[in-house]
């Protein structure tokens, strides 16, 4: 099949060789004639020929190179400033270029794909010598996408350095697609955008005013949509800077299934609970410990003593104090969490061994190797002396105790009801029966929640009645700035358009900027994404 990119007809192959590293081909042009690029008028009086060297795709381990017999014509206008010209190569190679269209293409394409550094090491990898700094050029080379005529635009942020410098993200939320980078996010980039492409009817946005001005300073007649993941978000940072102000009560973990099977009415039955007993009993009285250092650290700070002063008579570090004085709760009081071990799918013979009356950790160790165990000797006689220690108690450990940080109860909020876990239901139901505020803002953050997931906006207005009314402290602000930007959040509920492709392409742009180490320019970011494609 002849390729429709590359009209080999006008060009012949007069002579090929091979040799050890590469393969070279003598290209040269079939027609007679040629066009004078300046005036158009066609010339056969021929000047000279020369020779060019252009490098071409590979073919398998060797690389490709095409010797191009160009000839140089005399232009026969009078009136043509030029005297001489050369004839071009079309679709093969552009002028003064090094390598082929072909080449070219294959090489920005890969250089979209990953950084130019590890483009470059691709490309040398497969016999084609490129730099990283022409790799970034072939990308720039690439002309950008036209921006389509959209209807439905999402406006969103991405950071250059997170908190300190931001852009702006532009994507059509019918086509799914990005169609521009800003380079800071101020109302008057965005209001200039969108009076340079007119059209936009709707407008999905986050929280911010200053995109809420732009808007309506670049496009006054659309409707602008507040992002439904951005108000949960709002909302669970106030549900966590309310819960940073209670002391949370401890959770009683769910205990565990036992670690191997053991034969009914053995005298090893209780041996995975009872070989945690003393650990057990040793962590809880650490936790005791702390707990009490920590509420003498908090009773003197409300003495008004400094942080320097209570180290010195608690004889504590001052980041300990200064730790102990910024935590809402006791730090460090949750389990360690057992990480897997080489042991684990051994631990059912060990048991074995034992009920059968080996007690040498020496032995069992042995059979293990023989087994394919290639863990060291020394975690199997800690197995061993454990059940040695365990062979008379008959004792249950006692429930590890489990902190709720306040970000925890922010990730609850953000689960549905019927998500959670028995013991996070029965935990927030007897923090709600002690403390009544409590039990009152969940109530309104949850039926919020549900709104939110039901989008049913004739609720909304209800919702932050109700607020005001009772006095709900921690969400009259809250609802206080969704009273100011009422109209948007209302759309939000009633149309189905959100910010979620927008957060996807946000992802592929911090994944473009790491893979550049964070030194591309906007116009280079802007090509590797919309051009990527």
Not at 272 to 283: F, G, H, I
């Amino acid at each position: 099949m002849r390729n429709p990119f590359l009209p080999v007809d006008q060009y012949t192959i007069r002579l090929a060789c091979v040799d050890d590293e590469a393969l070279v081909l003598v290209v040269g042009r079939r027609a007679r004639r040629a066009a004078c690029p300046e005036c158009g008028h066609w010339s056969r009086r021929l000047h000279s020929r020369r020779w060019r060297t252009v490098l071409d795709a590979p073919v398998g381990s060797r690389s490709v190179r095409l010797r191009l017999l160009v000839r140089r014509f005399f232009c026969m206008e009078p009136a043509c400033p030029r005297v001489t010209f050369t004839e071009p190569f079309p679709y093969l190679v552009g002028r003064y270029a090094r390598r082929t269209a072909r080449l070219e293409r294959l090489l920005a394409r890969l250089a979209l794909a990953m950084s130019a550094e590890a483009a470059s090491r691709i490309a040398r990898a497969l016999e084609i010598p490129v730099s990283p700094d022409t790799l970034v050029r072939l990308v720039m080379r690439i002309p950008l996408p036209p921006v389509p005529p959209v209807r439905v635009l999402a406006v969103d942020d991405w950071a250059w350095r997170k908190g300190h410098r931001y852009g702006t993200i532009l994507c059509d939320l019918e086509r799914r697609r990005p169609v521009d980078l800003l380079p800071d996010r101020s109302p008057e980039t965005l209001a200039a955008w969108l009076r340079a492409h007119p059209g936009v009817q709707i407008v999905v946005r986050d929280r911010s005013e200053g995109y809420a001005q732009g808007i309506r300073q670049g496009a006054p007649d659309a409707v602008q949509v507040a992002d439904r993941w951005h108000l949960l978000k709002n909302l669970g940072e106030v549900l966590e800077r309310y819960f940073q102000t209670l002391r949370l009560p401890s959770m009683e973990a769910a205990p565990s299934p036992p670690a191997a099977p053991v034969v009914p009415g053995s005298t090893l039955a209780a041996t995975p609970q009872a070989a945690l007993r003393r650990r057990a009993l040793e962590q809880a009285a650490r936790q005791q410990r702390r707990r009490e250092r920590y509420d003498q650290v908090r009773t003197l700070h409300a003495q008004g003593l400094g942080i320097r002063e209570i180290s010195r008579r608690l004889h504590l570090s001052r980041a300990t104090v200064r730790r102990y004085l910024t935590s809402a709760t006791v730090p460090g009081t949750g389990p360690r969490r057992r990480r897997p071990s080489q042991l684990d799918p051994y631990r059912s013979y060990i048991l074995q061994r034992w009920e059968q009356g080996c007690r040498n950790a020496r032995a069992i160790y042995r059979e293990l190797r023989a087994m394919g165990y290639l863990g060291g000797r020394s975690q199997v006689a800690a197995v061993v002396t454990a059940l040695r220690r365990s062979a008379g108690g008959s004792e249950e450990a006692p429930p590890a105790i489990r902190p709720v940080t306040p970000r925890q109860l922010g990730r609850w909020f953000w689960q549905a009801p019927n998500r959670r876990s028995q013991a996070e239901r029965a935990y927030l139901t007897s923090l709600a029966e002690t403390d009544a505020h409590f039990a009152k803002v969940w109530l309104l953050a949850e039926e919020f929640a549900q709104m939110a997931r039901q989008r049913r906006a004739d609720t909304l207005a209800a919702w932050i009645d109700t607020v005001k009314r009772e006095r709900v402290r921690p969400l009259m602000g809250f609802a206080h700035r969704l009273e100011q930007d009422f109209q948007a959040v209302y759309e939000a509920w009633r149309l189905p358009w959100s910010n979620g492709p927008t957060e996807g392409w946000i992802h592929k742009l911090k994944t473009i900027k790491r893979m550049m180490y964070g030194r591309a320019g906007l116009d280079l970011l802007r090509h590797r994404l919309l051009c990527c494609i």
